[in-house]
Every structure is written in structure tokens, then in C-alpha cells.
């Protein structure tokens, strides 16, 4: 063929391509107010039918300029603040702040108050995840399971407030240990008040409720042809993509990867306590809502045995009036609810950081999505973001 | 007073003035079912406010509220046809009720092609959805009228062929020719003993109830109006006395559709044992219990799962009920030949 | 909890971590450190991308944890300045981790503040998209090779770069702060009594 003839061949195919191409697609705007995107989000799609392209999503509606504000607050105070991050796990954002701080101070905090620590970490951990339960069946259709997921949540949630004051901000943690529980503040008179009485109790009992509910949950939406039709083989995510952009926690454990923060990182003694990681195989949108399921139980089995186990003692290690963290820089993540949390703090010895950054579990979690979204259906885009499980708040900071 | 009867014009405003009591008080007793029901599903208490601790003032008092609100005509969307899209959908449901027979010889008028009619009729809703859908100059709007067009369409073709093995059971069109068909089928004995024809057509009752949620859009067949997905599909710019509209069709729709499933494989009015005359009075009660259950039925897939993703809906229509309700004709014709 | 530590005790074991970040060090040719539990390679900025992608290789560093920066200024517009002179910098920091036994590695390097560009990572790790857009919009560095550059979290329109710590907040402009005088001392209390100690032996049981 001679080069001119190559050239008309290439050209009438170029041709009959943009002539296809030529049909016009619909941007859609998914929200920003929109019943499924779990707050502010938006997402810019171009849609062709039913079929999308090119999703963008349009983040920071809800930055509240968390990392900025750290930086003229001391640590008691950021204390405060940081559990508005994720404000569903309210008290599991608090955690790993507080580690890091304590490193920098090298301070031991006494056993009790890891207990402490520990048992309101999962509980929070709970609690995310029935949120979840709730919300991700919602968004399929069956408005049913929320209530079940509801219920139990109100228990857990119970339970919260009667050790920490709060339902969703606890600001529980101090600087060494745990605050002496509701009741004992700098103004009322100083009898030192640990866990209320009957907590443990309650606590089992609670367990056992939860355990229950998640036993109905699974025979309810588990079994259910539709919910299986709707989340099997939608949004795939490889493990080694997933690991790339950062999404970590059940997302990343959905697609296979056996890797829990929990296991690895010791800011609270985990290692003293029997649980299995659950795992899922193909990292679809049913995988995402099984190993939440799953989470679920095993954190349930870790309150109990943490309340058989726990040592009585102090629940503050002694600290100085006034807080002054030495200088010095380090990074501690933790295995929040919605993946790894983590904070890194730069001090340069003063009575609030210097630099803090918050590593937000959800931020990389949703970076993924114009990657998971390329091609897929209308319906599809909400189950894929609800099995994410984002929270805003999270994202934005 | 038989005279007065016999004055058509007489007779003809007083079966005018059934069906409109019939439809909103069927509407709203349905309505009212759904949310205690629901509830009780849901481990809540339901509506406890209004009308003493058992709420069953609640929907006329929504009913009340939608009335006095302010209608709104979004700029862009086309007004005359807007207005005319929930009439569309509300006229395929009110036809309806003119065939279904409450009792021997009590119904609006005994059409000799009483199931054509009726199929036929409630397609017109169709033509409201998408026109409704198109009219709100809205993309959520238009995705959930094209979505609801595609999936009544889809689900037209069971809907009618199901009856088609009743039909040919039956030998007859007409619903009242129906229920004696199921009244007397062992014609010696009499009305004391028949037998309904969900006993043969099982196949043929399944498919009628799924097409019949599908056509209702109810879950799981409520792409069209996927709350979670287009905030509320084709009837989204719809404010006051125009949702109301539609909020009632849906509820008087479910009432006629379980009325048709109740009355062709159920026995609708017939009870066996029953005399002709005893059924004249006791024939609406029966029916109304019947078609309760087959409600209870909806309302209970309703809030037990969730919505099919469109295309999956449509793969069920074309795949398989189609298919299996071609195979149910066949079938019938064979064995009522042959026997 | 006890901190790794920087220095070789005498006679002690060795430290898993100071070995560790020695080991990356090596590769990538930067320095490396382990304090507070938290292994701390620096390398040169023109090495940025080249060594990343070394360490993730070599050490399956393939988990993108994040990406951001710290500005090293002497003169702060809000909250307290440095203790003593440090050069003024941007500080980049991007924290690896692996997916089999938790080990982790935040990479640093420093740029100029008055021409703040570096290489960017979105070529090697995708994730590293947006934690760059978000960079961009806080400190105003510039990443080379970003597919696209624009506003994460900023509204359109917005002037400045947020966490500079010349930029000002704008609550402490209109009033200022009384400081942390108004934090309220601990009430007067027994000098026996632990703080941290509860009053009965088990309670909650």
C-alpha cells in the first residue's frame, strides 16, 4: 500500500470513530445535597444512558482547616477537636493523637487505662459499622435492616455515654491516660470516678444483644437474591490498586489483603486478645459489607474478653500541669473503623504542635473512586460509594 | 325504588358515586395499613398521633396537608402537560374498578372482555409516567420516566400472558364469567364446591403478582422512583394536590391489582359452601379479606428487599417470566384439551 | 510503651528500627533515622521520585500512606514561633508503608520556599494524586508532571495558601486570642492521692 493510500485508510477510520463518538452525554451532578453521599459530596459524572465516564468527585465542602487550627490549640485542647474528624467512631480518632503524643513525652500509660482505651476503640468500631448496616442495605433499597442495626447501636452508644459523658465526641483521652470517667471534673469535688458501676455488666449485656442483631442481619440481607444480584462482581477492587491509592481497613482487607493495623502497630495491647482478621476474596461490594459484618463480631469477642482481663490500677500516668511535649517528630496510625488513622506531629517543644498532620482514613478511600467508577451504571455509582463507607467529615477535615 | 334503579341515569350516578368513595377511602386503608404494618416489621409503633393511640386518622390528614400546600409549575417545564401526566396515571387506575364484580351481578358493568379491558386500561398509566417524567424539565425527572417506561413496558407482556392461562381455564374474558368459571367448575355440585384457580396456575400467580409490583413500581421494582438514587424519579418537581395524585393512584392501583389477582386466581367473591344470595351481601367482604392478604403480600416484600438494578429488571422480564408464562399457556391449552 | 531509641546501647541488643531505616538509607542514598517509633529517611529533592520507587521495590513499600509538608519558618503569623533558628524550608514528607508486617517509612526532603517545586509521585503511586493537589493548595508547591493541578479543598477563587505559617487565621485577626491564660488551674487537692486512682478496688464490675 502506498503511503498515501495508508494515510486515506487511517483518516476514514479516525472518521467513522468521532462519527460514533458523536452522541452527546449528560453531565450529571450527584449532590451536593443528595440522600446517598453520606454529606457533602459531589460527584461530576458524565453519563451516556445509564453508563458513566469520567466521575469526578468535588471534595471540601466540609473542610473545617482541622491542621491549621492544631497549630494554635495546646494538646488537651486538639483533644477536644479531633474527635469531630469521623464523627461516627467518635473516640477511635482520639486514640493515636494521644499515642503520639505520649511517645514524644515517653510516657508509660498505666495498663488500666489501655484497657479503658481499648474497649471504647472497639465499641466505637461497633458502632461505625452499624451505621453502616444501617445505611448500605438503605441505599440498595430495603429500609428494613436499618432499624435492626439501629437498635443495637443505641446500646453501644448507651454504654458510651455512660463512661465517657458523650454519645459521638467523648473527648475522653488525656495526655498519659484516660479522664477519671463522667462525674469527676476539675470543678466538682475530687472523688476519682472510674467506670460506672454495672458497666460490665451492661456491657455483656449489650455484646450479647449485638451479636444478635448481627446473627438477623445476616439471615436478612445476607441471603437475599436481590442484595446479592445488586453488590456481587460491582466495584472490583484489586489489591494492588486498592494498596497504591491508600485505601486501607475493611476496603482494603475486602480484596484480599490480611492486614490489620491492629496486629502490627501496638498503640494498645491487642496482642493480649484472641481475634481473627476477616478477609474477603474478591474485593466486590458484597466482600466490603461481609468483612464489616464479620468486624463486627470479633470486636464484640475483644470487649469480652478485654472486661474479663482488665487490671485494676491507675488511669493517668503522673503529668505535669502544664503539658510541654519535647521536641521531636513521629507518625502513629491506628485501625479506625474506616481504615488507618493516623497522626504525624511535629513538636519543637512547646504546649501544642508545631505541625500536625492528620492522616484521614477516608480521604484516601475515596480517592479511588474516579478509578472504580470508569464505566459503570448509574445505580451502581451509589452501591459502590455506600460500600465504601466515607464519612465527610473524614475526608474534609 | 327498583324503578328509580332502572333509570340509567340514576343508576349511573350512583355507581359514579361508589367508585369515588371506593378509591380514596381504598386508597387510604391501604395506606394506613402500609404504615402499621411497615412499623410492626420495623419494630416501631407506626402512626400513633392522630386519631387516638391507634393513628388512624394519619392519611387524612396527610391527605389534608398535600390539599393546602402550594402547587408548584417549575419554569422550564411544559405546564399543560404537567398537569395533565398524574390525571394520565390516576384514569388507568379508576377504570379499572368499573370491571371488578364485588358479588354476583355487583359490579360497575360486567364487560364481556372484562380482563382485556382491564389490561388494556391500565397501560394508559404508562403513558402518564413517562409523559410526567419528560413535562418536570428536570434530569432526575427524565431518567426516572425513561426508566419507568422501559420497565412497565417490560412488564406488560407477563402481566397479560399470565392471565392468559386463566382465560383459556375459563373459557370466558369477562371477570364475573371468571369467578363462576372457579364457582362451578364441577358443574353438578353446584357453588358448594370449585376450586380456585391459583391451584393449576400457580406459575401463572406468581408471575401475575411480580409483574403486578413491577407495574406498581413498588420495591423491589422502584428504579422509577429510586429515593436513594434520582431523590424521587418522574414525580420529583410533583408538590401538593399533583402528589397527592400519584400517592393515591399508587395505593387505589395496588387495591385494583390485588382485586384482579384475587378475582382470577383466588375465586374472588366465592367462598365455597355460599349460596348466590348470601354471596349478594357477603360477597364484598370476602373479596375485600382476599385482596387484603394479597396487599399484605406487597407491602411485605416491600420492606423486605431491595430494588433491582435496571437492567437486571429488565434481563427477569425478558429472560424468564416471558418465557415461563409462554410455557404456562401451552401448558394449560394442552391439558384442557386432552382432559 | 518504650520508644525505640537513636542511641546503641552498649552492650544491648540491637534496634530492629534504627537497623531498618540504616538498611533504606543504603539504598535509596539519603540518611536515615528511628526515633519515637518512626522511621525517618531524608534524601535530596532530585532524588525524590527515584528513591521512592527504589524503596518501594526493594522493601515492598507498595501501601501510599501520605503526602504533605511542613513549613520551617522563623516568623509565625498565628501560634508560637520556633524555639531556636532553623533554615527556612519546606519540609516534604511522604510516609510508605508495606502490607505484611506493618513497617513504615516517611520519606523527607527539603525544597526552597521561594521556588517550591518538586517531582511528582502520581506516576509511581496513583494515590498520591489528590494528597499533592492538597499540598498545592496549602503550601503552594508546585508538583512537575501532575496530571492536574487544581483546588482540592479550597473554594474557587481563593487567594493565599492556608498553611503557610505566614497566613494568618482570620479569627485571631479579629480578636485576638487572651493566650493560654485562660486554661483553669487545677484545684488545690491532697498530695497523697494519686490522680489517676480509683476509689474502690474493681469498679464497673
Known amino acids: 500500500m502506498t503511503s498515501t493510500d495508508q494515510d486515506l485508510v487511517r483518516h476514514l477510520s479516525e472518521v467513522s470513530v468521532s462519527v460514533e463518538l458523536e452522541t452527546e452525554d449528560m453531565t450529571l451532578n450527584i449532590g451536593p445535597q443528595h440522600p446517598s453521599t453520606h454529606g457533602v459530596l459531589r460527584l461530576?459524572?458524565?453519563?451516556?444512558?445509564?453508563?458513566?465516564?469520567?466521575?469526578?468527585?468535588?471534595?471540601?465542602?466540609?473542610?473545617?482547616?482541622?491542621?491549621?487550627?492544631?497549630?494554635?490549640?495546646?494538646?488537651?485542647?486538639?483533644?477536644?477537636?479531633?474527635?469531630?474528624?469521623?464523627?461516627?467512631?467518635?473516640?477511635?480518632?482520639?486514640?493515636?493523637?494521644?499515642?503520639?503524643?505520649?511517645?514524644?513525652?515517653?510516657?508509660?500509660?498505666?495498663?488500666?487505662?489501655?484497657?479503658?482505651?481499648?474497649?471504647l476503640s472497639e465499641m466505637a468500631r461497633i458502632s461505625s459499622h452499624l451505621v453502616f448496616m444501617a445505611s448500605y442495605p438503605l441505599e440498595l433499597g430495603a429500609a428494613t435492616p436499618l432499624f435492626f442495626a439501629l437498635r443495637e447501636r443505641e446500646r453501644v452508644l448507651d454504654l458510651l455515654e455512660s463512661v465517657t459523658g458523650g454519645r459521638f465526641h467523648p473527648n475522653f483521652n488525656r495526655i498519659g491516660g484516660v479522664k477519671p470517667a463522667a462525674g469527676a471534673g476539675s470543678t466538682q469535688r475530687k472523688t476519682v470516678q472510674d467506670l460506672p458501676a454495672g458497666f460490665f455488666a451492661e456491657t455483656r449485656e449489650a455484646m450479647d444483644r449485638v451479636d444478635g442483631a448481627v446473627d438477623q442481619l445476616e439471615d436478612l440481607v445476607a441471603g437475599n437474591e436481590i442484595v446479592l444480584a445488586r453488590t456481587r462482581g460491582i466495584g472490583v477492587l484489586p489489591p494492588e490498586v486498592a494498596a497504591a491509592y491508600g485505601v486501607s481497613g475493611p476496603n482494603l482487607r475486602a480484596s484480599g489483603v490480611r492486614f490489620d493495623l491492629r496486629k502490627v502497630e501496638h498503640y494498645l495491647p491487642y496482642d493480649r486478645f484472641d481475634f481473627t482478621?476477616?478477609?474477603?476474596?474478591?474485593?466486590?461490594?458484597?466482600?466490603?459489607?461481609?468483612?464489616?459484618?464479620?468486624?463486627?463480631?470479633?470486636?464484640?469477642?475483644?470487649?469480652?474478653?478485654?472486661?474479663?482481663?482488665?487490671?485494676?490500677?491507675?488511669?493517668?500516668?503522673?503529668?505535669?500541669?502544664?503539658?510541654?511535649?519535647?521536641?521531636?517528630?513521629?507518625?502513629?496510625?491506628?485501625?479506625?473503623?474506616?481504615?488507618?488513622?493516623?497522626?504525624?506531629?511535629v513538636s519543637d517543644g512547646g504546649q501544642g504542635p508545631y505541625r500536625l498532620k492528620i492522616r484521614s482514613a477516608s480521604f484516601s478511600n475515596i480517592s479511588i473512586l474516579p478509578w472504580i467508577l470508569e464505566g459503570a451504571l448509574v445505580p451502581d455509582i451509589i452501591a459502590v460509594m455506600g460500600s465504601l463507607d466515607f464519612v465527610l467529615g473524614d475526608v474534609d477535615r | 325504588m327498583s324503578g328509580l334503579l332502572d333509570n340509567f341515569w340514576v343508576l349511573l350516578a350512583g355507581k359514579v358515586l361508589i367508585i369515588a368513595t371506593l378509591i380514596p377511602v381504598a386508597g387510604m386503608v391501604i395506606g394506613f395499613a402500609e404504615m402499621k404494618l411497615s412499623a410492626k416489621m420495623q419494630n416501631r409503633v407506626g402512626p400513633y398521633f392522630a386519631g387516638g393511640?391507634?393513628?388512624?386518622?394519619?392519611?387524612?390528614?396527610?391527605?389534608?396537608?398535600?390539599?393546602?400546600k402550594e402547587d408548584i409549575i417549575p419554569e422550564e417545564a411544559d405546564a399543560p402537560v404537567f398537569k395533565l401526566?398524574?390525571?394520565?396515571?390516576?384514569?388507568?387506575?379508576?377504570?379499572?374498578?368499573?370491571?371488578?364484580?364485588?358479588?354476583?351481578?355487583?359490579?360497575?358493568?360486567?364487560l364481556d372482555v372484562g380482563i382485556f379491558y382491564a389490561l388494556a386500561v391500565s397501560s394508559i398509566s404508562t403513558i402518564g409516567v413517562l409523559v410526567a417524567g419528560w413535562s418536570s424539565a428536570n434530569k432526575y425527572s427524565l431518567m426516572g420516566g425513561l426508566r419507568a417506561a422501559g420497565q412497565l413496558i417490560a412488564y406488560e407482556l407477563p402481566l397479560v400472558l399470565a392471565t392468559v392461562g386463566v382465560v383459556v381455564m375459563a373459557g370466558t374474558m369477562s371477570l364475573e364469567g371468571i369467578v363462576q368459571a372457579q364457582a362451578g367448575w364441577f358443574g353438578e355440585l353446584g357453588w358448594?364446591?370449585?376450586?380456585?384457580?391459583?391451584?393449576?396456575?400457580?406459575?401463572?400467580?406468581?408471575?401475575?403478582?411480580t409483574a403486578a409490583l413491577a407495574e406498581l413500581s413498588r420495591i423491589p421494582f422502584d428504579m422509577p422512583i429510586a429515593e436513594s438514587e434520582l431523590v424521587m424519579g418522574y414525580v420529583t418537581e410533583y408538590t401538593g394536590f399533583r402528589f397527592l395524585f400519584f400517592f393515591l393512584a399508587e395505593f387505589a392501583n395496588m387495591f385494583t391489582m390485588g382485586a384482579l389477582a384475587a378475582t382470577m386466581f383466588l375465586g374472588g367473591y366465592w367462598v365455597p359452601g355460599l349460596s348466590a344470595d348470601v354471596l349478594r351481601v357477603a360477597g364484598p367482604i370476602i373479596l375485600s379479606v382476599k385482596i387484603f392478604a394479597l396487599v399484605f403480600?406487597?407491602?411485605?416484600?416491600?420492606?423486605?428487599?431491595?430494588?433491582?438494578?435496571?437492567?437486571?429488571?429488565?434481563?427477569?422480564?425478558?429472560?424468564?417470566?416471558?418465557?415461563?408464562?409462554?410455557?404456562?399457556?401451552?401448558?394449560?391449552?394442552?391439558?384442557?384439551?386432552?382432559? | 510503651m518504650s520508644p525505640s531509641d537513636t542511641e546503641q546501647a552498649e552492650a544491648g541488643p540491637t534496634d530492629p528500627l534504627a537497623d531498618f531505616a540504616a538498611d533504606v538509607a543504603a539504598v535509596v542514598g539519603g540518611s536515615g533515622t528511628a526515633s519515637f517509633g518512626t522511621v525517618k529517611v531524608t534524601v535530596t529533592a532530585d532524588t525524590w521520585v527515584d528513591s521512592i520507587s527504589t524503596a518501594r521495590d526493594r522493601f515492598g513499600l507498595v501501601f501510599f500512606s501520605w503526602l504533605s509538608a511542613v513549613d520551617w519558618s522563623n516568623e509565625v503569623a498565628v501560634g508560637?514561633?520556633?524555639?531556636?533558628?532553623?533554615?527556612?524550608?519546606?519540609?516534604?514528607?511522604?510516609?510508605?508503608?508495606?502490607?505484611?508486617?506493618?513497617?513504615?517509612?516517611?520519606?523527607?526532603t527539603d525544597i526552597d520556599k521561594d521556588d517550591a517545586h518538586i517531582a511528582t509521585l502520581s506516576s509511581v503511586f496513583p494515590g498520591a494524586d489528590w494528597h499533592e493537589r492538597e499540598a498545592h493548595d496549602m503550601f503552594g508547591i508546585v508538583f512537575d508532571g501532575h496530571p492536574g493541578l487544581e483546588p482540592l479543598y479550597l473554594p474557587d477563587g481563593f487567594a493565599g495558601h492556608p498553611l503557610r505559617k505566614d497566613y494568618p487565621l482570620l479569627s485571631r485577626e479579629v480578636k485576638p486570642w487572651p493566650g493560654k491564660v485562660d486554661v483553669e488551674a487545677m484545684p488545690e487537692k491532697d498530695e497523697d492521692a494519686d490522680p489517676g486512682a480509683p476509689s474502690t478496688e474493681n469498679p464497673g464490675a
Not at chain 1, 494521644?98 to 474497649?119: D, F, G, H, S
Open chain 2, 297 to 339: 403480600l406487597m407491602i411485605w416484600f416491600r420492606w423486605t428487599f431491595p430494588r433491582f438494578r435496571e437492567d437486571q429488571l429488565q434481563s427477569l422480564a425478558w429472560k424468564w417470566l416471558i418465557p415461563l408464562s409462554l410455557v404456562n399457556i401451552v401448558a394449560t391449552g394442552i391439558v384442557k384439551v386432552v382432559f
Open chain 1, 44 to 119: 461530576l459524572a458524565k453519563v451516556d444512558g445509564e453508563r458513566c465516564f469520567d466521575v469526578r468527585p468535588v471534595i471540601g465542602y466540609m473542610h473545617r482547616g482541622y491542621e491549621k487550627l492544631a497549630e494554635v490549640r495546646t494538646y488537651a485542647q486538639i483533644t477536644a477537636l479531633i474527635n469531630r474528624i469521623d464523627w461516627v467512631s467518635g473516640y477511635a480518632n482520639e486514640v493515636p493523637f494521644m499515642v503520639a503524643a505520649e511517645k514524644l513525652m515517653e510516657l508509660e500509660v498505666p495498663e488500666r487505662a489501655q484497657y479503658i482505651r481499648l474497649i
Open chain 2, 53 to 68: 393511640r391507634w393513628g388512624w386518622a394519619q392519611l387524612i390528614a396527610d391527605g389534608e396537608k398535600f390539599f393546602q
Open chain 3, 80 to 108: 508560637d514561633p520556633l524555639g531556636e533558628e532553623t533554615a527556612e524550608r519546606y519540609e516534604v514528607l511522604c510516609t510508605l508503608g508495606d502490607l505484611s508486617e506493618g513497617r513504615r517509612v516517611t520519606f523527607s
Open chain 2, 192 to 209: 358448594t364446591a370449585g376450586f380456585p384457580f391459583i391451584i393449576p396456575q400457580f406459575v401463572g400467580f406468581v408471575i401475575f403478582m
Open chain 1, 277 to 345: 482478621v476477616p478477609v474477603g476474596a474478591n474485593g466486590d461490594c458484597w466482600d466490603r459489607w461481609w468483612v464489616r459484618l464479620a468486624e463486627i463480631r470479633q470486636s464484640a469477642s475483644i470487649i469480652r474478653q478485654a472486661i474479663d482481663g482488665i487490671p485494676s490500677g491507675p488511669l493517668q500516668a503522673k503529668v505535669p500541669k502544664v503539658i510541654k511535649v519535647p521536641a521531636g517528630e513521629t507518625y502513629v496510625r491506628a485501625e479506625n473503623p474506616k481504615g488507618e488513622m493516623g497522626y504525624h506531629v
Open chain 2, 85 to 110: 401526566a398524574p390525571m394520565l396515571v390516576f384514569v388507568g387506575t379508576v377504570a379499572l374498578f368499573v370491571v371488578i364484580p364485588f358479588g354476583p351481578g355487583l359490579s360497575i358493568r360486567n
